[in-house]
């Protein structure tokens, strides 16, 4: 029993201790900073739906786009003009700028329609965001006619 504790040695040395400490304590800060800089970057982007689109043969309007903001700050949109699969689409309308708070909903009117609109026909807009990124992006919906 007594070889045994011979051969024991001492702990670990202050100066060791104190820079295990160090090197963990640089670690979590880095860690922390890559999850800061990547989930603030995300908040940031504009998330958007379209929450109804709608499609009236006659009147001065002929299709209100309802797009809800679901992201983390206001956004400016600029339609152009918008494609249907069934082959119709639609001009820029009275509103070819849009802005949208946070939490909020906002519609777009188009009025020159061209082409054969059908009811639950597939539509495409592509929408440019000018706020608070700029950025293109592209709507997808099905529209709804009477």
């Given at each position: 029993m007594a070889r045994v504790l011979k051969r024991r040695r001492g702990g670990l040395p202050p100066i060791v201790t104190v820079l295990i400490v160090l090197a963990a304590v640089a670690a979590a800060g880095l860690v922390a900073w890559f999850m800061l800089?990547?989930?603030?970057?995300?908040?940031?982007q504009p998330v958007?739906?379209?929450t109804g689109a709608y499609y009236l043969p006659t009147g001065t309007f002929r299709l209100f786009l309802t797009v809800r903001n679901l992201?983390?700050?206001d956004v400016t949109l600029r339609f152009s003009s918008i494609n249907c699969a069934s082959g119709?689409?639609?001009s820029n309308g009275t509103y070819s700028s849009i802005t949208i708070a946070k939490g909020s909903s906002a519609v777009a009117r188009f009025s020159s329609a061209s082409g054969t609109i059908k009811d639950g026909d597939l539509c495409?807009?592509?929408?440019?965001?000018?706020?608070p990124t700029s950025?293109?992006?592209t709507l997808q919906f099905r529209v709804i006619a009477p």
């Open positions: 800089a990547t989930t603030s970057a995300a908040v940031k958007l739906e379209v992201g983390a700050s119709g689409s639609f495409v807009a592509p929408v440019s965001i000018t706020s950025a293109t992006i």
